[in-house]
């Protein structure tokens, strides 16, 4: 006899598939809002608001309302990086940048080439030893031998020095191109972790205005400028950008990144 009404077949299947749905739906509520949240170790749960929040994945520190600390860390750098900044400049401002000049060579070389592992300035894009050296001069980047002698530059002198160190022949003249074998984060970068492409600032395909040539320069300072940035130690870079690029690389990345560089530099005479 065929089942009518509340028991028939159809009822039943109705009933189980909307308590299995409400049975998933609350499981995934206590997944979501309970035990992911808690198994992060930053986890402060403050109200269902603060859960709910966490569960949506906005980070901890949007949550707490406390101001930050240190205002230096929300300016990355006071310079205003401008087209003009990176014209070629006149024989008497390079004249007048060698003459300041002399009191880099112990560090950057004659003509600007490190044998200290400093970087190499030749050839430098005049725009980015401004930028430096103007972060430098207002504490946006830290360093007591380059803030000692960036005090008592003019803005004048800073461009003049640009101008010489810019007139001079690069470390390796060749910019890096998609010829050349590669290292993956050099060329394509890695856009699941937000590391975009080195190439795509630093020349060979596209060089961003402030973004430095990187070709020939000395293993250890490219090492150590990577690292400051992953670790939060060097802060003027405008947006954070070079900090998100650097905070999710490995040892072995930059290692990788910083070898490709510097091997780039033109092999010595003898």
């Not at 530059?153 to 998609?178: G, H, M, Q, V």
């Amino acid at each position: 006899m065929r089942e009518h009404g509340f028991f028939s077949r159809a009822n039943r299947i109705g009933w189980v598939s909307t308590v299995g749905l409400l049975v998933l739906t609350l499981m995934a509520v206590l997944v979501a809002f309970a035990w992911l949240p808690s198994a992060q170790a930053d986890f402060r749960a403050q109200g269902l608001w603060d859960s709910i929040c966490r569960a949506a994945g906005v980070p901890a520190r949007w949550l707490d309302g406390s101001p930050r600390k240190d205002n230096a860390d929300v300016v990355a750098t006071n310079v205003v990086l401008l087209p003009a900044m990176a014209k070629p400049a006149s024989s008497a401002s390079v004249g007048r940048g060698a003459t300041l000049a002399l009191n880099c060579t112990m560090c950057h070389g004659a003509l600007g080439l490190s044998r200290s592992d400093a970087p190499n300035l030749a050839g430098q894009y005049p725009e980015v030893i401004r930028k430096q050296m103007l972060d430098y001069r207002s504490g946006k980047r830290a360093s007591a031998i380059m803030a000692a002698l960036a005090r008592n530059l003019t803005e004048e002198n800073i461009a003049d020095l640009a101008a010489y160190y810019a007139s001079l022949p690069k470390a390796r003249t060749a910019p890096t191109t998609y010829d050349e074998a590669l290292p993956a984060l050099v060329r394509v970068g890695d856009p699941m972790r937000n590391i975009a492409p080195c190439i795509s600032c630093h020349g060979g395909v596209d060089q961003k205005l402030g973004a430095p040539w990187l070709e020939g320069m000395p293993k250890p300072y490219l090492v150590q400028q990577l690292e400051d940035f992953r670790h939060g130690r060097r802060k003027n870079d405008g947006q954070q950008q070079m900090r998100n690029v650097a905070r999710p690389m490995t040892d072995a990345e930059i290692d990788s990144v910083a070898s490709f560089y510097a091997r780039k530099a033109l092999p010595e005479h003898h």
